[in-house]
C-alpha cells in the first residue's frame, strides 16, 4: 500500500520524462527507500515534480511529434475549464429577479435588468418603471451583463476553433478520420436544435397571464405541458452537447495528429480564450462581491434588490472558476511556447522529409 | 530567534553543482553529498528537477551507466558559472562578515 504510492507518483511524470528517467529516478528512490526514508515525503516530492515537468516541459525532446502533442493538449487545458465552468456560471447569473420593498413593483416577476437602466415590469396598468437601484445592485446588474458578452463572445471564439479543429481532423493522417470528422459536427447540430427548440418552446409557451379576484395568475393560451417537456428535452440536450464536446475535445487532443496550420489556429484560439476566461472571472468576482455587499446593506424604501435562484452556490462556483482560470492561463502559456518552439526550428518540415 | 527563511537561501542549483565537481556521480549520491555538506534533505523530485534544467542548460551532463545508476558530471560551463556564482557569495560573505565584526567591535 505504501509502496504504491511512490509509484503512483513516478506513473503521473510525462511519458518522454519516464523514458529518459524513469529507471535512474526508480533505483534512486530504492536506495533513499532502504535507507528508511518516508514514502509519503519521496512520494510528494515526485508528485511536485512531475506536475512542474507536466506543466514546464523541461528536458523534454525536441521532436515535431512530442511538440505537437504538447501543444494539442496546452490548447485543451486552455479552453476546457471555460466549458467546465461557464454553464454553472451561467445558472447562478443568467436568472434575476427583482424585488422592490415597496407597493409599486411585485416581488419574484422577472425584469429587464441591464446597462442602460433598469425596466421593472409593474402591473400592467403602470406600464414600465425605472426605479433606483442600490449601488450593490447596479454593480450586480453591470457584471452579470459583462459576464453575459464575454459568454456569448468566448463561445463564438470557441466555434471558430473547433470549426478549425475539424477541417485539422479531415486532414491529418489519423485512420477514421471522416467518421470522426463527422462525429465532431455534433455539438455545432446540437446547438442548432437547441435554438430551434427553444424557438418551438416560446411559441408553445403562454402568451398572457390574467390576475384573478383572489390575487393569483393564470396562464392564457399556448400549450404550457408540451413547452414544459420541449423545455426539459432542450435541458437534457444541451448537457449531452456540452459533455459530448468536452469528451471530443480531449479525445482529438490525445490522438489526432493536427496539420501545423490547425496547431497555430488553434494556439491563438487558446490564448484568446484565456484572456476572456480571465476576464469573466473578474466579472463573476466582482459579482460575488456585489451579492455579498448587497446581502449586508439595509434595505432603503423604494430601491431595488436582485436576487439570483442559486446564488447560494457562489462560493464553490467562484472557487472553481479560480482553478479553471489558473489551468487556462498556464494551457495557453504552454500552447505559446510550444508553439514557438515548433515554428522557429520548422520542425513540421523535418517530419516531412 | 533565527530565521527559517534563511535556510531556504541555499540555492538547489549550486548545491548540486558544488556536490559534482568532487567527480562525477549518481542521484543518490548527490543527494547524501549535499546532506552531509549542508544537513539538507532532498527530495528525489527536487533533484531532478535541478539535474533536468542543469542537463538542458549544458552545466552538467549524464555519463554512460553500466547499472540503473546514471553518473552525472559538470562540464566547462558548469564550471564557469559555478565559480562565477561561488565568487560573488563569497564575495558578498565576505562583505557580510566585515560588516557584523564591526558593529560588533563598536
Redesign the interface.
Known amino acids: 500500500m505504501r509502496r504504491s504510492r511512490v509509484e503512483i507518483a513516478l506513473r503521473c511524470y510525462p511519458h518522454w520524462?519516464t523514458e529518459r528517467?524513469g529507471?535512474?529516478?526508480?533505483?534512486?528512490?530504492g536506495?533513499?527507500a532502504s535507507e528508511g526514508r518516508s514514502d509519503t515525503?519521496?512520494a510528494?516530492?515526485?508528485?511536485?515534480?512531475?506536475v512542474?515537468?507536466r506543466v514546464r516541459g523541461?528536458?523534454m525532446p525536441q521532436n515535431y511529434g512530442l511538440l505537437a502533442a504538447r501543444t494539442r493538449m496546452s490548447i485543451t487545458a486552455a479552453t476546457i475549464p471555460w466549458l467546465v465552468v461557464a454553464p454553472f456560471v451561467t445558472v447562478i447569473t443568467g436568472q434575476v429577479f427583482l424585488h422592490s420593498n415597496t407597493s409599486g413593483a411585485r416581488s419574484g416577476v422577472s425584469y429587464y435588468f441591464s446597462f442602460f437602466g433598469t425596466g421593472v415590469l409593474g402591473t400592467s396598468a403602470h406600464g414600465y418603471r425605472h426605479p433606483p437601484l442600490s449601488p450593490a445592485t447596479q454593480v450586480l446588474g453591470v457584471s452579470s451583463q459583462m459576464l453575459s458578452w464575454l459568454t456569448l463572445i468566448t463561445f463564438l471564439v470557441l466555434a471558430s476553433g473547433w470549426s478549425a479543429c475539424r477541417d485539422g481532423v479531415k486532414h491529418s493522417t489519423t485512420p477514421k478520420r471522416r467518421r470522426l470528422a463527422s462525429t465532431s459536427r455534433a455539438p455545432f447540430i446540437i446547438v442548432l436544435l437547441i435554438i430551434v427548440m427553444k424557438i418551438i418552446q416560446s411559441d408553445l409557451s403562454p402568451h398572457d397571464f390574467r390576475e384573478t379576484k383572489n390575487g393569483q395568475s393564470i396562464a392564457i393560451g399556448g400549450h404550457p405541458a408540451a413547452a414544459a417537456l420541449l423545455g426539459d428535452a432542450t435541458w437534457t440536450l444541451a448537457i449531452v452537447g456540452w459533455i459530448l464536446a468536452i469528451a471530443l475535445a480531449i479525445w482529438i487532443a490525445r490522438k489526432v495528429d493536427l496539420p501545423p496550420l490547425a496547431l497555430r489556429f488553434g494556439r491563438s484560439v487558446s490564448v484568446v480564450t484565456a484572456s476572456l476566461t480571465l476576464l469573466s472571472f473578474f466579472a463573476f468576482a466582482t459579482w460575488c462581491m456585489a451579492l455579498v455587499a448587497q446581502g449586508q446593506q439595509l434595505p432603503d424604501v423604494g430601491t431595488v434588490t436582485a436576487s439570483y435562484p442559486h446564488d447560494a452556490l457562489w462560493f464553490p462556483v467562484a472557487l472553481a472558476f479560480a482553478i479553471a482560470v489558473t489551468v487556462s492561463v498556464l494551457g495557453a502559456t504552454n500552447a505559446k511556447r510550444s508553439w514557438r518552439t515548433i515554428s522557429s526550428q520548422r520542425l513540421w518540415s523535418s517530419q516531412t522529409n | 530567534m533565527p530565521s527559517k527563511r534563511l535556510g531556504r537561501t541555499q540555492d538547489p542549483t549550486i548545491l548540486v553543482l558544488t556536490s559534482l565537481t568532487g567527480g562525477p556521480k549518481h542521484g543518490y549520491a548527490i543527494i547524501k553529498d549535499i546532506e552531509s555538506m549542508t544537513g539538507t534533505l532532498f527530495g528525489p523530485g527536487t533533484l531532478y528537477g535541478v539535474l533536468v534544467r542543469l542537463e538542458e542548460e549544458g552545466l552538467v551532463e549524464a555519463l554512460a551507466s553500466t547499472d540503473r545508476r546514471r553518473p552525472y558530471r559538470i562540464t566547462g560551463q558548469g564550471a564557469a558559472v559555478l565559480t562565477e556564482r561561488l565568487q560573488t557569495s563569497m564575495k558578498v560573505a565576505a562583505i557580510g562578515l566585515r560588516q557584523l565584526g564591526a558593529m560588533g567591535s563598536t
Request: hydrophobic fraction near 45%.
Open positions: 520524462w528517467y529507471e535512474e529516478m526508480r533505483a534512486t528512490v536506495d533513499l515525503m519521496i510528494l516530492s515526485l508528485l511536485r515534480d512531475a512542474r515537468s523541461r528536458g
